[in-house]
């Protein structure tokens, strides 16, 4: 069975400083894509980043990057350098290859960027 | 980028009611989703499509019937409002090409009362 599971329900990071928000997941499907989303408090979510499962570099985007390690069956998401604007929730996302429609969500991580 | 426009940002409804949630794509992408977000269950799929007219159910279908006429436009329907259905719903397109992420739109905070 495909699951996400997003362990830190809620955390405190202050600005300027990095912050791990982490992410495994269990799947038996050989290829498949890593997600993550912001959902600020107005409620769109936003795509990060992605990694898919054959990459062999992290994928970074700007201040994201994603801490992959494929044995671990872990996907977590960094934010370095926070800033307040990073205040939001944080969903983990996976999707198999071969089965575009099927995405399977974390239940998030709503992150706090103290000032 | 996609551009996912969901018809309401807050509704308030009664129990009972027939309640109509629109989404519009500015793109051409075939595959559209109706999602539902509760606190500590995260997003869980009520139907997707992957053409006009096609449908396909998703994880929690029940009480919920979709729409899709025309490419762009993919509707929730509500036929019946309850209670239990108070939640945000969030509309999502994808292209399937490359990573094939999800665009979203701003979501719909439904209230039934």
């Known amino acids: 069975a495909q699951k996400i599971t997003q362990t830190q329900p809620g955390m405190f990071v202050q600005e300027k400083e990095a912050v791990t928000l982490d992410c495994t997941y269990d799947t038996s499907d050989p290829s498949y894509g890593l997600f993550w989303y912001k959902q600020p408090s107005s409620g769109e979510m936003i795509f990060l980043i992605y990694?898919?499962?054959?990459?062999?570099q992290n994928a970074t985007e700007g201040r994201y990057s994603l801490n992959f390690q494929k044995a671990r069956k872990s996907a977590n998401l960094v934010i370095s350098a926070s800033q307040l604007g990073d205040s939001a929730m944080y969903f983990c996302?996976?999707?198999?290859?071969?089965?575009?429609?099927?995405?399977?969500f974390g239940s998030g991580t709503k992150l706090n960027v103290k000032p | 980028d996609v551009k996912v426009t969901q018809s309401s940002r807050y509704l308030v409804k009664r129990t009972g009611e027939k309640v109509f949630l629109e989404c519009v794509q500015d793109?051409?992408?075939?595959?559209m989703f109706w999602y539902r977000q509760d606190p500590g269950l995260g997003l869980r799929l009520i139907y997707f499509?992957?053409?006009?007219?096609?449908?396909e159910k998703g994880d929690i279908p029940e009480g919920y019937s979709v729409s899709r006429e025309k490419k762009e436009r993919f509707s929730l329907i509500l036929e019946s409002a309850s209670t239990n259905q108070t939640s945000m719903y969030l509309c999502?397109?994808?292209?399937?090409?490359?990573?094939?992420?999800?665009?979203f739109g701003e979501g719909s905070r439904l209230t039934v009362l």
């Open positions: 999502a397109v994808t292209s399937g090409q490359g990573a094939g992420e999800l665009f």
């Open positions: 499509s992957y053409d006009v007219k096609m449908k």
């Open positions: 990694q898919g499962s054959y990459d062999q």
């Open positions: 996302a996976m999707r198999a290859v071969y089965n575009f429609n099927k995405f399977y």
């Open positions: 793109m051409d992408h075939e595959n």
